[in-house]
């Protein structure tokens, strides 16, 4: 019934910039809070940045001043402009959506997309 699809991962060298973009399709009534997560190899997934329906944001510290998150939404999107990357960024980012179905517009359900890849090299 919905889906959601990330895009824009890729391989960057230090100090560079990626963007990564988040579409959200199908039945869906309205969107709460959207979020980026990422996983690097043996460590848990952590929380980037989060942004809500009315466009107050949060961020991790590890990326304050350098990754800005956005979202349209009539559009459904949700975008992270990621700069100044650091090998340690290195990870699988993770779009994250809370969305309120046509069918069931009283509560919220938790989607994922599937990961996409961003690499920083030294």
């Known amino acids: 019934q919905v889906q959601v699809v990330e895009s824009g991962g890729g391989l960057v060298q230090a100090g560079g910039s990626l963007r990564l973009s988040c579409a959200a399709s199908?039945?869906?009534?309205?969107?709460?809070?959207m979020a980026w997560y990422r996983q690097a190899p043996g460590k848990q997934r952590e929380l980037v940045a989060r942004?809500?329906?009315?466009?107050?944001?949060e961020y991790a510290d590890s990326v304050k001043g350098r990754f800005t998150i956005s979202r349209d939404n009539a559009k459904n999107t949700v975008n992270l402009q990621m700069n100044s990357l650091k090998p340690e960024d290195t990870a699988v980012y993770y779009c994250?959506?809370?969305?309120?179905?046509?069918?069931?517009?009283?509560?919220?359900?938790?989607?994922w997309g599937q990961g996409t890849q961003v690499t920083v090299s030294s």
């Open positions: 994250h959506a809370d969305i309120f179905l046509t069918t069931n517009p009283a509560s919220a359900y938790r989607y």
């Open positions: 942004i809500t329906s009315g466009g107050s944001t």
């Open positions: 199908g039945s869906i009534f309205r969107i709460d809070l």
